[in-house]
């Protein structure tokens, strides 16, 4: 391991202040990125860098080496907040997950290294989520497998599932998950869009002409509020559910209210329409 490559490795590459950016943030959504900042009057940076620069060569692109001299790039140093050399970044989506700083024995980087080509994959994996959610499970799958206990993986499987509309596969996990007494808030979220696409498959232009025909039919108004939940079409499912929380508070009322509930877990954290009618759930409950 502490022998130079003999021909340059494509997957070493030697910054500049001119192509900083480019070889690490811009290099960092194709691949993991590794910069190693380093002077050469520094001889903890000469006794580290063969050892970063072999790992490169025998992972073959799975992660690339920008090897930044601190005299040559300082102001892309000072934005690191490197403190001391060698200073060992890893940038990956255009963001710094990890460092660490000083010479390492080499077993103790190829544990590090492991622990960043996980949060690669996650990343990858969520990438893939809406545009390849079949190559998203897999990569998932693969994760849990490794590590069976670790949620995060699962919930991302989930989505996956849910994305491909497999409901009975990401019920399954969701299941799985609930064994353990708790859901995490993603999982909450995954749960709550399984129960929405549950009340799909509704003629919903008659389940409304039906609800108009019969507005005490407090039943009928919640078939039409799932209904209307399932089809996405949310502001319409929440002022249907909060009339019926103000109108059959002690019927139907509290189903009305979980399907609300649900609807908040789906929409985006900074949707308007949360914001709106927790207010307005709030003040019909209390």
Known sequence: MSEEPQEPSPWIVNTTPDTFDKDVFERSHEATVVVDFWAAWCAPCRALAPTLEALATEFDGKFILVKANT???????????????P???????????????????????????????????????????????????????????????EAEFQIGLARTLLAQERLDDCQQVISELERRGFLEPEAEKVKAALGLHGMEGVDLDSLKQDAAAEPSNFG???????????????????????????????????AARQVMVDIFRVLPDDSELTTVYRRKLSLALY
């Open 71 to 85: 005299e040559e790039v300082a102001d892309a140093a000072a934005k690191f907040n490197v403190q001391g050399i």
């Open 87 to 149: 200073a060992v970044y890893a940038v990956i989506d255009g963001e710094i997950v990890d460092f660490f700083s000083g010479a390492l024995p080499e077993e103790q980087i190829r544990s590090w290294l492991g622990r960043l080509f996980t949060i690669s994959t996650i990343a990858e994996a969520k990438r893939l989520e809406e545009s390849a959610p079949e190559a998203a499970e897999a990569k998932y799958r693969a994760l849990a497998e490794q590590s069976p206990n």
């Open 220 to 254: 009928l108004q919640l078939q039409l509020a799932e209904a209307l939940a399932g089809a996405q079409q949310y502001e319409e499912a929440l002022q249907a559910c909060l009339a019926l929380v103000e109108n059959d508070r002690k019927g139907v009322g509290d």
